[in-house]
Nanobody, 119 residues
Framework: QVQLVESGGGLVQPGGSLRLSCAAS????????MGWYRQAPGKQRELIAG???????NYADSVKGRFTISRDNAKNTVYLQMNSLKPEDTAVYYC?????????????WGQGTQVTVSS
């Protein structure tokens, strides 16, 4: 069981920046894939950024060039640096850890952190 704790959300003006953190309860180099999802009111949860054990990353088109995902294995923490924030980035942001053991995939979630972009 992997426990994830997000932090760093808050209220920011358009054009501003925030950095989210996701602290894991175990070594993240044992986790196949870690991702950041978000869910806005009335919308489905969507994957916006992810990073593999080998630090290969991927991004949703909506955040590409503005958000950067990174990992610090020594701190068992994954970060999401969010720049040039827009009102449409307002959502609850969730950290996800995915492990595959043989043919079984295990997904773990944090409790979420609110990001509000507003003037």
């Amino acid at each position: 069981q992997v426990q994830l704790v997000e932090s760093g959300g808050g209220l920011v003006q358009p054009g501003g920046s925030l950095r989210l953190s996701c602290a894991a309860s175990e070594n993240i180099d044992s986790i196949d894939y870690m991702g950041w999802y978000r869910q806005a009111p009335g919308k489905q949860r969507e994957l916006i950024a992810g990073i593999t054990k080998s630090s290969s990353s991927n991004y949703a088109d909506s955040v590409k060039g503005r958000f950067t995902i990174s990992r610090d294995n020594a701190k068992n923490t994954v970060y999401l640096q969010m720049n040039s924030l827009k009102p449409e980035d307002t959502a609850v942001y969730y950290c996800n850890a995915r492990k595959q053991i043989r043919a079984v995939v295990f997904d773990y979630w944090g409790q979420g952190t609110q990001v509000t972009v507003s003037s």
